[in-house]
Structures are given as structure tokens and as C-alpha cells.
């Protein structure tokens, strides 16, 4: 008895709907093409659109941490400068790492469009071991740093470079996070347009991490030891 | 450029989705860029074959400016077309504000660091009457 009496009055509006939409379609027929276009594209191109607006906000927080670590960034507090700490070699490697990854993960991207499931997973998984191999770099590098006593309550300097170069490898920890459940969902759902939209975010994702991995080794490496 | 828009546009077009994903060769093209753009300001800086700190900078921050630009147009398709040409909207006016953070804060603390100095507050305070 409940349910008929809610699902009465919601008919009731539905069905006014209706006849309201019949009314406008006589009126006026383009209102009716534009709801089916509506329904043809569901929220995928907004969805990309807002995950790249975010990006451009997360840009605006690294560029927030660049300033940080441009004005700080000669601020040594009698403690180590870039030169004596920094070894480009290990850098070099990172930046490697993370351009082959990118590339990677554009090869997945390509598998993904011709509907190649398997193909799409070897590659992520691929770039998957590529950024955890990058994030385990940066992290004894930074476990290095630290037992030589160039920790972040050392100096400005080394507090702006921890945030900054921590942040970057905390955003590809997540990266890989979100690789690795795109991996299960591929898996278990295959190709569905859904993880099509899904990966393409992460696309974006990752190589917006590329990017800003740019301006780290750009402006902290090569520039510190310049100084 | 315009035979990969093709491609992408036909890609788009076969799963009804939306676009935003290249070509083999866009892919290819940009690794190559990036490769070249990432060992060249390595070398300058490692070797130091200008043997000038302030070129060798100048040319590494060139080289980091260009690489960026290769990423964004290779790796991450942003063009004109791309979602009615929102993205490379939302994309330069980031870099503006990007820009406008950076060098802002650079040069206010830069001259907040020069006035602070012992020497010159000294002088600022037997200047004024």
C-alpha cells in the first residue's frame, strides 16, 4: 500500500512530462534533437574536460611549491648546497625512466583504442613498474640525503626541495595506485567506455606528471648545480 | 598535424567516444623531441662545454620551456579542436597565472631580501629627517 501511494504521485509529474514534451515537440522540434544528442554523449567529454581543469589547478599548486623553492632555494642556513649534494647520473636515470614511461602509457593508449584489453593491461603494468622504479629511486636518494644529515629541518633550501620533490613523487604514488586498480578494472570489465574515460584521465594524469617533472629536474637539478 | 587529427577524429568516431588520444607517429615524434631536449641540458650542465654558468642556464631553461611544449602538444593532444578549445584555453590561462606566481614571487622577494639587508636599513634611516 506504501509503495503504490509514493509511486502514484511520482507518475503523475512523469506523465505531465510527457505530455508537456509532446506540446514543445509540436512547437518546436529542435528542443527533441538536442535532448537526443544529450543522451548519445553521456558525461564523458565533460568528465575529461573537468579532469583537465583540475590538472591546471594541481599546476597551480606546484607552481605555488616552484616559488616556494625559487625564493628559499639559495637559503643554505650554513648547511649543504645542490652541488655537494645532488648527483645528476641517478637524475638522469629518473628522467628517463619517467619519459619511457610516458611513452608507455601512450602505447596502452593506442592498444585501448583498438580494443586490445590484454595489450592495453601488459602496457600498463609496464608503466606501472616504470614509475614504481622512478618513486624507489627518489626514495633512497632521498634516504641517502637524510643519513647524510641533509635532512628538511636542515635549511630552507632542502625544506623547499623535500616538499617539492616530495610532492611530484607523491602524485606519481598515486599515479601508480591508480594504475594498478585500472589494472583490476580492465580485468574484470573489460574495455567498457567507462574504463575508456577512466584511463584516458589517468592518461592525462601521468603525462601532466611528465611535465612537471620537467620543471623539477630543470629548475632544482640542473640550475642548483649551476650555483 | 592534420593527417592525425584524422586519425583521432575517426578513432572517436568508432567507439563514440570523445577524442583526446593520438597516433602512433604523435607519440613517437614526441619521445624522440624529448629524448633529444632531456640528454642536450644534461650534457651542457655535466660536461659544461660553454664553460658560462649564466648561458649554459639561459639554454637549459630554453631547452626545459621547449620540451613542455613538446609534451603538451604530443603527449597530452592539447590543440585547437580538442573539447571545442577549452583545454588549450584552460591551458595557457594556467601558464599566465603559472607565470605571473612565479616571477612574482622571484622578484618582490628578491628586492624584499636586498632592502632587508643590514647595510641598507642603515642608510634608509639617516636619509629621513
Known amino acids: 500500500m506504501t509503495t503504490k501511494a509514493t509511486s502514484k504521485p511520482k507518475a503523475a509529474p512523469r506523465k505531465k512530462k510527457i505530455a508537456a514534451a509532446a506540446a514543445t515537440v509540436s512547437a518546436d522540434p529542435t528542443f527533441y534533437l538536442i535532448e537526443a544528442d544529450d543522451h548519445h554523449h553521456p558525461t564523458g567529454g565533460a568528465t575529461l574536460l573537468g579532469f583537465w581543469i583540475y590538472l591546471m589547478s594541481d599546476a597551480l599548486l606546484f607552481a605555488a611549491i616552484f616559488a616556494t623553492f625559487g625564493v628559499l632555494g639559495t637559503s643554505y642556513a650554513g648547511g649543504p648546497t645542490p652541488r655537494e649534494i645532488f648527483e645528476l647520473p641517478l637524475v638522469a636515470l629518473n628522467t628517463a625512466i619517467l619519459l619511457v614511461s610516458s611513452i608507455t602509457y601512450g602505447f596502452g593508449m593506442l592498444a585501448m583504442e583498438q580494443g586490445k584489453a590484454k595489450l592495453t593491461q601488459t602496457w600498463l603494468l609496464i608503466t606501472g613498474l616504470l614509475g614504481a622504479s622512478f618513486v624507489g629511486i627518489e626514495l633512497y636518494e632521498f634516504g641517502k640525503l637524510i643519513a647524510e644529515g641533509a635532512t628538511p629541518q636542515t635549511s630552507g633550501f632542502l625544506s623547499a626541495f623535500f616538499t617539492l620533490v616530495g610532492t611530484h613523487g607523491l602524485h606519481v604514488t598515486f599515479g601508480i595506485i591508480w594504475i594498478v586498480v585500472m589494472l583490476v578494472q580492465v580485468q574484470k570489465r573489460g574495455l567498457i567506455p567507462e574504463n575508456k574515460r577512466r584511463l584516458l584521465c589517468l592518461s592525462m594524469f601521468w603525462h601532466f606528471l611528465d611535465v612537471v617533472w620537467i620543471g623539477v629536474f630543470t629548475f632544482v637539478y640542473l640550475l642548483g648545480m649551476l650555483r | ?129
Not at chain 2, 650534457?43 to 649554459?56: I, Q, R, S
Not at chain 2, 613538446?70 to 603559472?98: D, K, P, R
Request: glycine share 10%.
Open chain 2, 1 to 129: 598535424m592534420s593527417p592525425n587529427h584524422a586519425t583521432t577524429e575517426r578513432a572517436a568516431g568508432t567507439h563514440g567516444e570523445m577524442e583526446g588520444h593520438g597516433s602512433k607517429r604523435s607519440y613517437l615524434i614526441g619521445f624522440g623531441l624529448s629524448a633529444i631536449l632531456t640528454a642536450i641540458p644534461f650534457w651542457l650542465v655535466m660536461a659544461n662545454p660553454l664553460g658560462n654558468d649564466g648561458a649554459t642556464a639561459a639554454l637549459v631553461i630554453v631547452f626545459a620551456v621547449v620540451q613542455i611544449l613538446v609534451h603538451t602538444v604530443c603527449f597530452l593532444h592539447v590543440n585547437t579542436q580538442s573539447e571545442g578549445g577549452w583545454t588549450m584555453v584552460a591551458y595557457i590561462f594556467t601558464g599566465v597565472i603559472l607565470l605571473i606566481t612565479i616571477a612574482g614571487s622571484l622578484w618582490i622577494m628578491y628586492h624584499l631580501n636586498t632592502n632587508m639587508m643590514p647595510g641598507m636599513m642603515t642608510e634608509q634611516v639617516s636619509q629621513t629627517p
